[in-house]
């Protein structure tokens, strides 16, 4: 071996080991330390990266390139943290108390937005305590921007799924609700300043699967059951479920 390759393996070898010794934090190990919204945990590199729990494809920032946005959740359920890969460019955000997240086009700006299912403890419903609600955020190709911090949807809130229903480009948020006897599916579309509702459909409270899964659907593809799956369209305002077995 030439003294030039034994100094290239040398050189490799001291640079794995100061990778090896240099990230130490693990999501799980971010997820220990910081309380909800906590902004000042360490950010996590390529290296520290485990399975992540739910990965999403998305161009979050409109410049024509797909993003990898992988989310971390701890044990439980009961908050998380995700990651933005943009390029060369990992960006860790802070610790969410988040129980779902999904990427959608909602607001006509290019770029995906994040769709964060949340849990929050402000009261505006009789229902057990926290509860789910909404937030969305941005990624802006530099850093993860809040856009809106909902305290809580219309209805109490059991599920959430994307998609565009109508087919106008834009995507509506689809929301498995709890009404005083039942359950209702709900369509809203973002307006950058909530959410307003379009229509809403009756349905089982137990079962259902909103949007999923999410690679390979169709336009408007959106419930599922475990006994078939209920086509979800938009048609001149009024939300339309055709079963399909
Ligand atoms: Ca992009
Ligand atoms: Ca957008
Ligand atoms: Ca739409």
Redesign the pocket.
């Known amino acids: 071996m030439s003294d030039r390759s034994q100094q290239r393996r040398k050189v490799a070898w001291r640079i794995s080991l100061t990778l090896a010794f240099t990230f130490t934090f693990t999501p799980n190990d971010v997820l220990a330390q910081g309380g909800p919204r906590d902004t000042t945990v360490p950010a996590l590199s390529q290296a520290d990266l485990p399975n992540p729990d739910a990965v999403h494809l998305a ?9 990898i946005l992988s989310v971390f959740l701890a044990p439980g359920g009961s908050r998380g943290v995700f990651t933005v890969q ?1 390029g060369d460019r990992l960006v860790t955000s802070p610790i969410y108390p988040v129980w779902g997240l999904e990427t959608a086009e909602l607001d006509g700006r290019p ?1 995906d937005e994040i769709v964060l299912g949340v849990w929050s403890s402000l009261l505006r419903h009789p229902e057990p305590q926290p509860h789910r609600t909404v937030w969305v955020l941005r ?1 802006t ?1 530099h850093r993860i921007e809040e856009v809106w911090l909902g305290s809580a949807m219309a209805r109490p809130l059991l599920d959430i799924g994307v998609a565009d229903l109508d087919g106008d480009g834009r995507w509506e948020l689809v929301a498995l609700e709890r009404t005083a006897d039942r359950c209702v599916v709900t369509a809203y579309r973002f307006d950058g300043f909530g959410f307003v509702g379009l229509a809403r459909l009756p349905a089982d409270c137990i079962g259902l699967e909103l949007c999923r899964p999410i690679p390979e659907r169709e336009r408007g593809d959106c419930v599922s059951t475990p006994s078939g799956s209920m086509h979800l369209r938009l048609v001149d305002g009024v939300l339309v479920g055709e079963r399909r077995e």
Request: hydrophobic share 15%.
């Open positions: 161009d979050l920032d409109g410049d024509g390139e797909e993003e943009d770029g990624w190709g």
